[in-house]
């Protein structure tokens, strides 16, 4: 792993440790190592997601691109999914996002697809990572090799909608939704996607951005609102996005969660049932319940099972062919339509396999999948050394090997340290919630003292 580069691009509280110098030397580094693949004049797509830092991220990456010489299509904000199909669609070399996801709003990110709209690969990271931490001199171009910036109109990220309302053929009329934007990204277009379904109701809650707001007590990772609101006001489904809008979870009419296994659970056997799953697999992390392992089983699906995040599911969809796979969090990649895990597009494939179906309640659909209790546990460890150190620790080995044993084959438990933020995260799985916390508040308790 690159010392710049997480797992998720760059990551950072924005002036401490992530400022516009930094953002201004990768646009340089950037503009440098796809010209360089290109033999030309690089163009790339930059987006952005609502926070009080984007503008300053985006200005300083775009004073360093035009600098190198690179031409830059400004789309404004805009989920991530939705750079990456401009990205596509404009015959781009690069497309840049500037977004922290789920995080609070004093984090930001910036990751960088590639001309094909995937994740930059680890090579081409690493050159652009070389180039800012051993201050390789990129060159400044001057008169009229200074590159240009164009402004988007609407009519990119109408042209996104167009494509995503393109992939449904049900008719959502008579269904009654309720959207939760995070007071992100998709502030800028759910509303406009939803509009474009005759006889579908709706209303959204969460899509004021203030440049403070994002994610706070709303979204994907603060369901408790959507789910109160919709279980009040007599809403089929609740729809939650996360800031950048490449994650989607819901809850069923009475506010229950439905989660990204469960999305992939109902997805999978419609796609399965229509003959349209190539090699029966989903793909999934090791982060999915037991419960979807087990409808799986039930259901005659094959589970592919890759590392946690969604860069390791899509790797494995490529390399086995397959088209639909994701995490619990809500990140699901259906490969026919995009290169990257969309929460607009998961809304309308969840949205249309619901309409399609003889449920009279989503909550029947989501219930084939049972979720066995999980209890997750986020410890705080600062430094990479010392996650290194409490992995390696052979007394940690054996006390989760002692806890496994004793929950057999009716629970489960991984810890593993986060990519994305300072934690190692202790999760298990079991049959009853109190046996769950217990043990995971015991090993938790014991990567605290190593």
Partial sequence: ????????????????GLDGELAYQVGLAAAAVLAKEKHGRPLFTIGKDTRVSSDVLEAALIAGLCSAGADVLRLGVIPTPGVAFATIRNSADAGIVISASHNPFEHNGIK????????????????????????????????????????????????????????????????????DCANGAASATAPRLFARFAGLKFDVIHAQPDGLNINSACGSTHIDQLAQKVKAGGYDVGIAFDGDADRCLAVDEAG???????????????????????????????????????????????????PVGDRNVLEEMERGGFLLGGEQSGHTIFRKYTTTGDGELTALQLLAVFAKSSAGKISDLAGMCKRYPQTLVNVVVESKERKETI??????????????????????????????????????????QEQADAVAADLAELVKRL
């Fill in 391 to 432: 992995m390696a620790s052979q007394k940690l080995q054996d006390a989760v090997d002692k806890a496994q044993a004793e929950l057999a084959n009716t629970g489960r438990i991984l810890i593993r340290p986060s990519g994305t933020e300072p934690l190692i995260r202790v999760m298990v799985e079991a049959k009853e």
């Fill in 256 to 306: 229950t969660l439905i989660d990204g296994d469960q999305v992939l659970a109902i997805c999978g056997l419609d796609l399965l049932q229509r003959g349209e799953l190539p090699h029966n697999t989903v793909v999934a992390t090791v982060m999915s319940n037991l419960g979807f392992r087990i409808f799986c089983k039930e259901h005659g699906l094959k589970m592919g099972c890759t």
């Fill in 112 to 179: 960088i697809f590639n001309g094909q709209g995937f994740k930059l690969s680890d090579a081409l990271e690493g050159e652009i990572e070389d180039i800012i931490l051993n201050q390789v001199p990129v060159p400044r171009k001057t008169h009229g090799d200074i590159g240009l910036i164009v402004e988007a109109d609407e009519r990119e990220s109408e042209a996104y909608i167009d494509h995503l309302v393109s992939t449904i053929d049900a008719d959502l009329s008579g269904l009654k939704i309720l959207v």
């Fill in 1 to 16: 792993m690159g010392k710049l580069f997480g797992t998720d691009g760059i990551r950072g509280v924005v002036n401490a």
